[in-house]
């Protein structure tokens, strides 16, 4: 059975844009003053975000770059020399499970990493082995993705999807959640 976010329509790239404000926030006390890599760049949206909760980028990617002066690499190719000066990954990776293991399985071994998944992503059979080393679970809540060429206007738009960033390590750890409300 299908999640609600992959009953979707079919995206190239599986690429959701994430523009929504309250995408964010919930990251500040983590990330604010850290460096970060980005792999699954898309038009920037993380680096927009990210900057004005005080993270500073420091590598940039994608495999099909959307954005002149970004660079082409698939992230599974990445390696722990080219993130060594970054603290984190911090991303908004394909959903699309095919995509996403191989993600899942190799980003947190060159560096704790930030992943902006379904809240249903703790739940599900498949995500067990990776939540083993999920060491924090932040509730962003009902976000609203947008799908490339619509309109950004989310004033009259309502979230598709409960969303949470987790960060995954490459050691067990006991996972703690951090709920997160609108205020």
């Known amino acids: 059975k299908l999640t609600k976010f992959e009953s979707f329509e079919a995206q190239p790239r599986d690429f959701w844009r994430s523009t929504d404000p309250n995408t964010f926030p919930p990251l500040?006390?983590?990330?604010?003053?850290?460096?970060?890599?980005?792999?699954?760049?898309?038009?920037?949206?993380?680096?927009?975000?990210?900057?004005?909760?005080?993270?500073?980028?420091v590598w940039y990617s994608?495999?099909?770059?959307?954005?002149?002066?970004?660079?082409?690499?698939?992230?599974?190719?990445?390696?722990?020399?080219?993130?060594?000066?970054?603290?984190?990954?911090?991303?908004?990776?394909?959903?699309?499970?095919?995509?996403?293991?191989?993600?899942?399985?190799?980003?947190?071994?060159?560096?704790?990493?930030?992943?902006?998944?379904?809240?249903?992503f703790m739940h599900n059979k498949q995500s067990r082995p990776y939540m083993d080393k999920c060491k924090y679970i932040v509730s962003v809540g009902r976000l609203f993705f947008h799908k490339a060429g619509e309109s950004l206007d989310i004033k009259y738009k309502r979230g598709t999807a409960n969303n949470c960033w987790y960060l995954f390590t490459n050691e067990p750890q006991e996972t703690r959640f951090r709920g997160w409300s609108i205020k």
């Open 28 to 57: 500040a006390p983590f990330v604010s003053g850290m460096t970060y890599a980005e792999p699954c760049y898309g038009v920037g949206d993380l680096e927009r975000g990210l900057g004005g909760l005080g993270a500073i980028g």
């Open 62 to 120: 994608d495999i099909d770059p959307q954005v002149e002066g970004i660079g082409q690499r698939n992230a599974l190719y990445l390696t722990k020399k080219d993130l060594r000066y970054c603290d984190y990954i911090i991303t908004n990776p394909p959903f699309s499970w095919p995509m996403l293991q191989p993600l899942l399985e190799h980003l947190p071994t060159l560096k704790p990493t930030w992943l902006l998944l379904p809240s249903d």
